[in-house]
């Protein structure tokens, strides 16, 4: 970059906030120039030696977060446009099996208790590695046990404890909804007053917190009754929390849009100010930060650059956007001024995943100098996805699924849930990839962050439908 970047603006009561503030622009800037080009063959190699050899021994810290090691590392792969290979599939289909408690649900690794953050995890890589019949995973899955072990988690304000005798988590809650909805387990029941617990979970300044304080006033039976308000969130507006309080809020609008009256309501506008505000300047090289006034962190390209998809999906935008001129490249770094930019910068996005994301060794990172890891690997790329790939809830892809549905005897709210899932596009003409066709990544789900393939494969299976093939797109 030829203009020097500026540093953030500083008062006059300099803080260990600001110095480290400062220290981290100075850095940042030393990686703001040289070639943009993903190291594919090195992120793989770095997938494959976890994989294959088994991850470093730093990693037995872990230990309970065997599924999530897994996941990561089976949908850096898929985002990376790499199979697995039949041998290790399976290893990775048995291995995870054995994760799988016996009461329902997963646990971080055999014989530990279940929890729901590990469950989506586990689900989530069979999804990936997993197959229909024996000894391919889905059919292994205890639907029934899962679906009781959910319900003893559920509290009277409509959360969810993440573990018997644990804590309430919105993050718990997504990976309890995403679970539900691709194994066809998603009830009225089971997400009955889930939404309200959801949106009162919204901060002042937008983003959502981990949770909120319920209060009870005594019935006239002696029985405790929920009040309506207040139910001040717990805790600062955070990354990862806002996306998956607005991820489950966009799962839940089949039930919410089925509710008679005092439908709850979640602050867009707030919610959009506060994402926004999360993409670093010029000099932070337009990474995303999870709070505000902390530092950039690469795994919140997801967290943070994933909510603008799902915002879309809820009706908010910018102008139109404007296909590029016939004959103009898809992959041209100097055709970026037809690309609507009104919600977050996609362009910078890639450029801190590209510059400062990477480690020159294999994998990605936090940030320079930092070293890779299987966490911030994944959500380094999913974020590159989310920032090449535009996918937003496609009309005609609706209709396609909707034409398809062969079980119309059943309640429409599952109907509403599976085709709500898998009707997501990429918006045409929309893909935009810096450093050229070589940097292109597969497109992640932006409710589910898996491919669309391997969503509509473990779906089709569980909801017994044909999915329609998707139609290529239209030659530019």
Same mark, same amino acid.
């Given at each position: 970059?030829?203009?020097? =970047?500026?540093?953030?603006?500083?008062?006059?009561?300099?803080?260990?906030?600001?110095?480290?503030?400062?220290?981290?622009?100075? +850095?940042?800037?030393?990686?703001?120039?040289?070639?943009?080009?993903?190291?594919?063959?090195?992120?793989?190699?770095?997938?494959?030696?976890?994989?294959?050899?088994?991850?470093?021994? &730093?990693?037995?810290?872990?230990?309970?977060?065997?599924?999530?090691?897994?996941?990561?590392?089976?949908?850096?792969?898929?985002?990376?446009?790499?199979? =697995?290979?039949?041998?290790?599939?399976? &290893?990775?289909?048995?291995?995870?099996?054995?994760?799988?408690?016996?009461?329902?649900?997963?646990?971080?690794?055999?014989?530990?208790?279940?929890?729901?953050?590990?469950?989506?995890?586990? %689900?989530?890589?069979?999804?990936?590695?997993?197959?229909?019949?024996?000894?391919?995973?889905?059919?292994?899955?205890?639907?029934?046990?899962?679906?009781?072990?959910?319900?003893? =988690?559920?509290?009277?304000?409509?959360?969810?404890?993440?573990?018997?005798?644990?804590?309430?988590?919105? &993050?718990?809650?997504?990976?309890?909804?995403?679970?539900?909805?691709?194994?066809?387990?998603?009830?009225?029941?089971? %997400?009955?007053?889930?939404?309200?617990?959801?949106? @009162?979970?919204?901060?002042?300044?937008?983003? #959502?917190?981990?949770?909120?304080?319920?209060?009870?006033?005594?019935?006239?039976?002696?029985?405790?009754?929920?009040?309506?308000?207040? $139910?001040?969130?717990?805790?600062?507006?955070?990354?990862?929390?806002? #996306?998956?309080?607005?991820?489950?809020?966009?799962?839940?609008?089949?039930?919410?849009?089925?509710?008679?009256?005092?439908?709850?309501?979640?602050?867009?506008?707030?919610? +959009? $100010?506060?994402?926004?505000?999360?993409?670093?300047?010029?000099?932070?090289?337009?990474?995303?930060?999870? $709070?505000?006034?902390?530092?950039?962190?690469?795994?919140?390209?997801?967290?943070?650059?994933?909510?603008?998809?799902?915002?879309?999906?809820?009706?908010?935008?910018?102008?139109?956007?404007?296909?590029?001129?016939?004959?103009?490249?898809?992959?041209?770094?100097?055709?970026?001024?037809?690309?609507?930019? @009104? +919600?977050?910068?996609?362009?910078? +996005?890639?450029?801190?995943?590209?510059?400062?994301?990477?480690?020159?060794?294999?994998?990605?990172?936090?940030?320079?100098?930092?070293?890779?890891?299987?966490?911030?690997?994944?959500?380094?790329?999913?974020?590159?996805?989310?920032?090449?790939?535009?996918?937003?809830?496609?009309?005609?892809?609706?209709?396609?699924?909707?034409?398809?549905?062969?079980?119309?005897?059943?309640?429409?709210?599952?109907?509403?849930? #599976?085709?709500?899932?898998?009707?997501?596009?990429?918006?045409?003409?929309?893909?935009?990839? %810096?450093?050229?066709?070589?940097?292109?990544?597969?497109?992640?789900?932006?409710?589910?962050?898996?491919?669309?393939?391997?969503?509509?494969?473990?779906?089709?299976?569980?909801?017994?439908?044909?999915?329609?093939?998707?139609?290529?797109?239209?030659?530019?």
């Amino acid at each position: 970059m030829s203009v020097p =970047l500026r540093p953030t603006p500083v008062d006059g009561f300099p803080t260990q906030t600001s110095h480290l503030q400062r220290e981290t622009e100075e +850095l940042l800037s030393k990686h703001a120039s040289g070639q943009a080009t993903l190291n594919k063959n090195a992120h793989m190699q770095f997938l494959v030696r976890n994989l294959v050899q088994g991850f470093p021994a &730093r990693y037995t810290s872990q230990d309970a977060s065997q599924p999530w090691l897994m996941f990561w590392t089976l949908q850096a792969f898929s985002v990376l446009q790499v199979g =697995l290979d039949p041998g290790n599939r399976q &290893r990775a289909i048995d291995t995870i099996l054995t994760w799988q408690h016996p009461d329902g649900g997963f646990g971080g690794g055999p014989k530990q208790n279940a929890h729901l953050l590990p469950t989506y995890a586990a %689900v989530s890589a069979l999804a990936i590695a997993g197959r229909a019949g024996a000894g391919g995973g889905w059919d292994e899955i205890d639907r029934q046990k899962m679906y009781s072990f959910f319900m003893s =988690l559920k509290q009277p304000d409509g959360s969810f404890l993440v573990s018997r005798n644990a804590e309430v988590d919105v &993050r718990g809650i997504y990976c309890l909804i995403v679970t539900a909805i691709l194994l066809d387990i998603c009830t009225p029941e089971l %997400v009955e007053g889930t939404a309200s617990f959801v949106a @009162s979970c919204q901060t002042y300044e937008g983003g #959502f917190s981990s949770a909120s304080q319920p209060y009870f006033a005594p019935g006239p039976d002696g029985q405790p009754i929920l009040l309506s308000s207040p $139910r001040p969130p717990l805790g600062e507006a955070h990354g990862g929390y806002t #996306f998956c309080a607005l991820a489950s809020w966009v799962m839940l609008q089949p039930f919410v849009s089925r509710m008679p009256e005092n439908k709850p309501s979640v602050n867009l506008k707030t919610l +959009l $100010r506060w994402c926004t505000n999360m993409q670093g300047v010029d000099i932070e090289l337009g990474g995303f930060k999870g $709070r505000t006034n902390k530092l950039v962190d690469g795994c919140y390209s997801w967290w943070v650059g994933g909510c603008f998809a799902l915002l879309q999906t809820l009706g908010v935008s910018g102008p139109p956007h404007e296909p590029p001129a016939e004959g103009a490249s898809q992959a041209d770094d100097d055709s970026w001024d037809d690309v609507d930019d @009104s +919600l977050f910068n996609r362009k910078a +996005l890639q450029e801190y995943v590209l510059f400062a994301g990477q480690h020159p060794s294999g994998g990605l990172r936090d940030k320079p100098p930092k070293g890779a890891d299987a966490y911030h690997t994944l959500y380094c790329l999913s974020g590159l996805s989310a920032a090449q790939h535009p996918m937003i809830p496609s009309p005609p892809r609706r209709d396609e699924l909707l034409g398809a549905w062969s079980d119309e005897g059943v309640d429409d709210i599952r109907k509403a849930l #599976f085709i709500d899932s898998l009707c997501y596009a990429e918006e045409e003409g929309a893909s935009k990839v %810096v450093g050229g066709p070589s940097n292109r990544v597969n497109a992640t789900h932006p409710i589910f962050n898996l491919t669309m393939t391997h969503a509509e494969g473990i779906m089709a299976h569980f909801y017994k439908q044909q999915i329609p093939p998707r139609k290529p797109a239209a030659a530019k």
